[in-house]
């Protein structure tokens, strides 16, 4: 007894929400450690190093400012992206 077309659905999508959902959890992760690193190595600006020596800010204002540095630089990312894509559509045109 096999499943419904419906039910295949279904579980594909789960599976890929769940693989988004890791994928977004490594992301956060990856990025929280590059923004902690970076704080650690910018001995030259005196502001960033004091604040790398202070232990480590948990608790939900910290997560809501990864979180914005986050979308901030996924948006940017973005923006990015749609800018290359669009110089590449130029160039393409330009080409033709």
Same mark, same amino acid.
């Given at each position: 007894? @096999?499943?419904? #077309?419906?039910?295949?659905?279904? =579980? !594909? =999508? #789960?599976? &890929?929400?769940?693989?988004? %959902? $890791?994928? &977004?959890?490594?992301?956060?992760?990856?990025? =929280?450690?590059? *923004?902690?690193?970076?704080?650690?190595?910018?001995?030259?600006?005196?502001?960033?190093?004091?604040?790398?020596?202070? /232990? /480590?800010?948990? @608790?939900?204002?910290?997560?809501?400012? *990864? @979180?914005?540095? &986050?979308?901030?630089?996924?948006?940017?990312?973005? =923006?990015? !992206?749609?800018?290359?894509?669009?110089?590449?559509?130029? %160039?393409?045109? $330009?080409?033709?």
């Amino acid at each position: 007894m @096999g499943f419904t #077309n419906a039910e295949r659905q279904a =579980r !594909y =999508r #789960n599976k &890929l929400k769940a693989t988004a %959902r $890791a994928s &977004l959890e490594e992301t956060v992760t990856r990025k =929280r450690q590059e *923004i902690l690193d970076e704080w650690v190595s910018q001995d030259d600006d005196p502001e960033r190093r004091d604040f790398a020596a202070l /232990p /480590p800010r948990t @608790g939900e204002a910290f997560e809501s400012w *990864i @979180g914005q540095v &986050l979308v901030a630089d996924l948006e940017h990312e973005f =923006r990015r !992206y749609l800018e290359e894509a669009r110089r590449q559509k130029l %160039r393409e045109r $330009a080409v033709t």
